[in-house]
């Protein structure tokens, strides 16, 4: 960071127009706005007329020319660590079998435990570093990445320390879940029960013992685990100390969501299938609805997410890639946002408010990301456009001018 001027690590961003993101409601938008940022955290967004003159004294700035800030996009839900590809599954699809055909004949989930145990650590961060680079590319300064390929402790952990070296290689916020309870692997022999044991009693403890992941996540579904299984998970997270999250009524309804918020938990995601009453949990319980239109989109589901539900209850939706190998193999948070406009009619500013405030909040980070306010982590994405509608409008256009992580 520069220090070149007086104060050290103070920077400024004028001339610019801010959707600050701060309010529940609307883009929070400030035109003739500045950023003043020091040490990285945000100490001043908001009207250059009524910034403290103090801040703008001696400071390195820089000149938006009138372009639009908002804050860093955040991708809550990824699975970005795998290995392969799956796009022979995709033509298998394309000649006519369903996901969950291809699940049960062995492909699917299963198919990337197969790569992802053949591959190092070493590999796993090579491979995985291109498609977050395309995140980057497009403003994400915050990305969430599950593991759920590897489901025994060696390749569970495995893979969660190759997200964590993430962080290292690239200048973004990488937060980790451990998704161990996501499918049976073949040699639990058909046995569900017997290797959430596994997940609750050595997995999850092995990954909280060398603090591996800050969340856990589980898939409850028919071809996945039970809501009961996945409470014997929730309890051993809970007791661990680690907050969770659910993959939850994507292809049926096994009322995955009032699971979820049972259990407290920052989000349940996907949510096809979600009824009234899971709605209504979820606003009671603060748990984010995570909206995935990539997966509804690559596996041609019909049903929608209940999104008149959630505004109705007052759920407050996060928009994520979902970005994995079998159901969405999407690295467009950009593209992300169009589909859940064209796709489920949510409103501009809601894709915005799912990309950045809410999205925090799916991650337990809103106190230090996710909106342009001081005390903040100065994460920055400065747009060539004329208006916030664009970055959801255009389809594979990417807009970005400058992207600021942590004030650099
Ligand atoms: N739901 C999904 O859409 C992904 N995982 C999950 O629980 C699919 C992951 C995959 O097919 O590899
Ligand atoms: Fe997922």
């Given at each position: 960071?520069?220090?070149?001027?007086?104060?050290?690590?103070?920077?400024?961003?004028?001339?610019?127009?801010?959707?600050?993101?701060?309010?529940?409601?609307?883009?929070?938008?400030?035109?003739?706005?500045?950023?003043?940022?020091?040490?990285?955290?945000?100490?001043?967004?908001?009207?250059?007329?009524?910034?403290?003159?103090?801040?703008?004294?001696?400071?390195?700035?820089?000149?938006?020319?009138?372009?639009?800030?908002?804050?860093?996009?955040?991708?809550?839900?990824?699975?970005?660590?795998?290995?392969?590809?799956?796009?022979?599954?995709?033509?298998?699809?394309?000649?006519?079998?369903?996901?969950?055909?291809?699940?049960?004949?062995?492909?699917?989930?299963?198919?990337?435990?197969?790569?992802?145990r053949a591959a190092s650590e070493d590999q796993l961060v090579a491979q995985t570093l291109p498609r977050l680079d395309a995140l980057i590319a497009e403003g994400v300064t915050t990305v969430e990445v599950k593991s759920g390929y590897g489901l025994d402790a060696d390749n569970e952990k495995k893979s969660l320390r190759a997200a964590r070296r993430l962080d290292g290689e690239r200048p973004v916020t990488v937060r980790t879940t451990?998704?161990?309870?996501?499918?049976?692997?073949?040699?639990?022999?058909?046995?569900?029960?017997?290797?959430?044991?596994?997940?609750?009693?050595?997995?999850?403890?092995?990954?909280?013992?060398?603090?591996?992941?800050?969340?856990?996540?589980?898939?409850?579904?028919?071809?996945?685990?039970?809501?009961?299984?996945?409470?014997?998970?929730?309890?051993?997270?809970?007791?661990?100390?680690?907050?969770?999250?659910?993959?939850?009524?994507?292809?049926?309804?096994?009322?995955?969501?009032?699971?979820?918020?049972?259990?407290?938990?920052?989000?349940?995601?996907?949510?096809?299938?979600?009824?009234?009453?899971?709605?209504?949990?979820?606003?009671?319980?603060?748990?984010?609805?995570?909206?995935?239109?990539?997966?509804?989109?690559?596996?041609?589901?019909?049903?929608?997410?209940?999104?008149?539900?959630?505004?109705?209850?007052?759920?407050?939706?996060?928009?994520?890639?979902?970005?994995?190998?079998?159901?969405?193999?999407?690295?467009?948070?950009?593209?992300?946002?169009?589909?859940?406009?064209?796709?489920?009619?949510?409103?501009?500013?809601?894709?915005?408010?799912?990309?950045?405030?809410?999205?925090?909040?799916?991650?337990?980070?809103?106190?230090?990301?996710?909106?342009?306010?001081?005390?903040?982590?100065?994460?920055?994405?400065?747009?060539?456009?004329?208006?916030?509608?664009?970055?959801?409008?255009?389809?594979?256009?990417?807009?970005?001018?400058?992207?600021?992580?942590?004030?650099?």
């Amino acid at each position: 960071m520069g220090g070149a001027n007086g104060k050290s690590g103070f920077r400024l961003w004028h001339n610019a127009r801010l959707a600050t993101m701060a309010e529940s409601a609307g883009l929070s938008i400030v035109e003739k706005g500045v950023i003043a940022a020091r040490d990285g955290l945000i100490v001043y967004a908001g009207a250059e007329a009524d910034m403290p003159a103090s801040f703008g004294q001696g400071v390195e700035s820089v000149d938006c020319e009138g372009r639009w800030i908002t804050p860093g996009l955040i991708d809550c839900h990824t699975h970005l660590v795998y290995a392969g590809n799956r796009a022979n599954e995709f033509e298998m699809r394309l000649a006519g079998a369903t996901y969950e055909e291809v699940a049960r004949a062995g492909g699917g989930i299963i198919s990337s435990v197969k790569s992802l145990r053949a591959a190092s650590e070493d590999q796993l961060v090579a491979q995985t570093l291109p498609r977050l680079d395309a995140l980057i590319a497009e403003g994400v300064t915050t990305v969430e990445v599950k593991s759920g390929y590897g489901l025994d402790a060696d390749n569970e952990k495995k893979s969660l320390r190759a997200a964590r070296r993430l962080d290292g290689e690239r200048p973004v916020t990488v937060r980790t879940t451990c998704l161990a309870a996501h499918a049976l692997p073949p040699e639990a022999k058909g046995d569900k029960d017997a290797f959430i044991d596994l997940v609750a009693g050595t997995i999850l403890p092995a990954i909280a013992a060398e603090d591996l992941a800050d969340a856990v996540d589980g898939f409850c579904e028919g071809i996945a685990f039970s809501p009961e299984q996945i409470a014997r998970v929730f309890d051993k997270a809970k007791a661990l100390g680690l907050p969770v999250k659910l993959h939850a009524d994507q292809l049926s309804n096994l009322h995955g969501a009032a699971l979820a918020a049972h259990y407290g938990a920052l989000s349940a995601d996907h949510l096809e299938y979600t009824d009234e009453e899971g709605a209504a949990a979820m606003a009671k319980a603060g748990t984010v609805a995570t909206i995935l239109p990539g997966a509804y989109y690559f596996i041609r589901e019909t049903k929608k997410p209940p999104v008149d539900l959630f505004r109705r209850h007052g759920v407050k939706m996060a928009v994520a890639t979902d970005s994995n190998p079998g159901t969405s193999p999407l690295t467009s948070l950009l593209l992300t946002m169009n589909m859940a406009a064209t796709l489920f009619g949510m409103t501009v500013d809601e894709c915005l408010a799912g990309v950045t405030r809410e999205a925090a909040r799916a991650l337990g980070l809103l106190d230090k990301t996710g909106t342009l306010e001081a005390g903040k982590s100065a994460d920055l994405a400065i747009w060539d456009i004329e208006r916030p509608a664009e970055l959801v409008y255009r389809m594979g256009f990417n807009p970005l001018h400058a992207r600021i992580w942590r004030g650099q």
